[in-house]
């Protein structure tokens, strides 16, 4: 029974069993940028490599986290529709290399498709002829390179929470932040008006294809898009968004400076980096245009009227899940310097790939998350006796 004290002051009775003077103990979410770090990494070591054994067991390492860690949350089932499109770019270049052909010079025919005669300016382009196991390799190892990367870009959105996530995004990025936000959220109310409006279009008996029923759908899906957006615009100005602090000018001029001039030495350092030319200087321009980017944006925060209520800790286990991505973009960046063959098999001549081992570990690295952040358990209710 409660007691007297906690009945006056309206506390939720304890239930029986739990010891007194002990509050159920939650755990803390993990913070939604270390999310993204850990799913951007992934990415970055599925971009040093073709083969298909490492990029398949990329996937799976990603797919693995999703399952142990992702929330019951709406936001968090994208997961599969990042699938789908990963599967839609895989066949897409497929086919590509299908009809457009490849100058790589296969030897293993499957089909002779027939040839379309171009004119003289479009050497290179090739649509039809002969399509070979070569061709078809090569288009597979390069489209499943690029859905890896979707796959992983697929798991930040899935376990990184966007309100969470825009509460940690700086001051001078609020306001893009807030757009992107809020287009996210307005875009399965438009998917669902649409259902809504096709589905009594044919109660009715009237078309719901064609450029008829598009345009008889399109126009209240657009009309109603409108009136939530001027209606969320006004809501949103009536509660403060949008307002700015007084800068002084000299303090603008540096912060657009210091944006502008860190994001071209990020390009140069990226070009330097890229090319064999610049591998001198790439590292130390790209790191100073870092440095006096993300000095913009401090500067630029000071714009913003806002506090952040309660931020999200950037604790002990954030760090880990950040750096077991960190981990094995490195490893794998490693690992095609010094083993290029193992992680880019060749088409000519044809040659089975092969798991390296070190680099599968390496990969393996990427499972961290799913035993130091699970996903929140809810205890099952207990039926009234």
């Known amino acids: 029974?409660?007691?007297?004290?906690?009945?006056?002051?309206?506390?939720?009775?304890?239930?029986?069993?739990?010891?007194?003077?002990?509050?159920?103990?939650?755990?803390?979410?993990?913070?939604?940028?270390?999310?993204?770090?850990?799913?951007?990494?992934?990415?970055?070591?599925?971009?040093?490599?073709?083969?298909?054994?490492?990029?398949?067991?990329?996937?799976?390492?990603?797919?693995?986290?999703?399952?142990?860690?992702?929330?019951?949350?709406?936001?968090?089932?994208?997961?599969?529709?990042?699938?789908?499109?990963?599967?839609?770019?895989?066949?897409?270049?497929?086919?590509?290399?299908?009809?457009?052909?490849?100058?790589?010079?296969?030897?293993?025919?499957?089909?002779?498709?027939?040839?379309?005669?171009?004119?003289?300016?479009?050497?290179?382009?090739?649509?039809?002829?002969?399509?070979?196991?070569?061709?078809?390799?090569?288009?597979?190892?390069?489209?499943?390179?690029?859905?890896?990367?979707?796959?992983?870009?697929?798991?930040?959105?899935?376990?990184?929470?966007?309100?969470?996530?825009?509460?940690?995004?700086?001051?001078?990025?609020?306001?893009m932040g807030v757009a992107v936000v809020v287009a996210l959220t307005y875009a399965p109310h438009l998917i669902a008006d649409v259902q809504r409006l096709r589905a009594a279009r044919r109660l009715r008996g009237r078309p719901d294809t064609g450029i008829r029923g598009l345009l008889h759908v399109g126009l209240p899906v657009l009309e109603g898009a409108l009136e939530r957006s001027v209606a969320l615009a006004a809501a949103m100005d009536a509660r403060g968004y949008g307002r700015t602090a007084d800068v002084p000018p000299r303090v603008r001029r540096t912060t657009g400076a210091l944006t502008l001039g860190g994001l071209l030495g990020?390009?140069?350092?990226?070009?330097?980096?890229?090319?064999?030319?610049?591998?001198?200087?790439?590292?130390?321009?790209?790191?100073?245009?870092?440095?006096?980017?993300?000095?913009?944006?401090?500067?630029?925060?000071r714009r913003s009227l806002r506090t952040r209520y309660r931020p999200d800790p950037w604790d002990a286990r954030a760090w880990l899940v950040a750096g077991s991505g960190a981990a094995v973009a490195a490893l794998l960046t490693l690992a095609a310097d010094r083993d290029p063959e193992a992680l880019h098999p060749g088409v000519i001549p044809l040659v089975a790939p092969t798991l390296p081992l070190w680099p599968a570990a390496a990969v393996l690295l990427g499972l961290l998350p799913a035993f130091i952040s699970p996903a929140p358990r809810h205890p099952a209710r207990k039926e009234p006796s």
């Open 1 to 175: 029974m409660p007691s007297r004290a906690e009945t006056r002051r309206g506390a939720r009775p304890r239930p029986a069993g739990a010891p007194a003077g002990r509050r159920p103990h939650h755990r803390t979410p993990l913070h939604p940028g270390a999310w993204w770090l850990w799913a951007l990494a992934l990415g970055t070591a599925a971009t040093r490599t073709t083969n298909p054994l490492l990029l398949a067991l990329l996937i799976a390492t990603s797919a693995y986290v999703v399952a142990a860690c992702r929330p019951d949350a709406p936001w968090a089932r994208s997961y599969t529709a990042f699938v789908k499109l990963a599967l839609a770019v895989l066949v897409i270049r497929l086919v590509f290399a299908v009809g457009l052909g490849s100058p790589l010079p296969g030897t293993h025919v499957i089909v002779t498709l027939p040839e379309v005669p171009l004119p003289d300016w479009a050497q290179g382009i090739r649509l039809g002829g002969r399509v070979t196991v070569e061709t078809l390799l090569y288009a597979l190892y390069d489209g499943l390179r690029l859905a890896a990367l979707l796959i992983c870009v697929g798991a930040a959105n899935s376990l990184a929470n966007p309100t969470r996530l825009l509460k940690s995004l700086p001051g001078a990025l609020y306001e």
């Open 266 to 301: 990020v390009c140069a350092g990226t070009y330097g980096l890229l090319t064999a030319e610049g591998g001198t200087y790439g590292l130390p321009v790209l790191l100073a245009g870092l440095a006096a980017a993300l000095a913009g944006l401090r500067l630029g925060g």
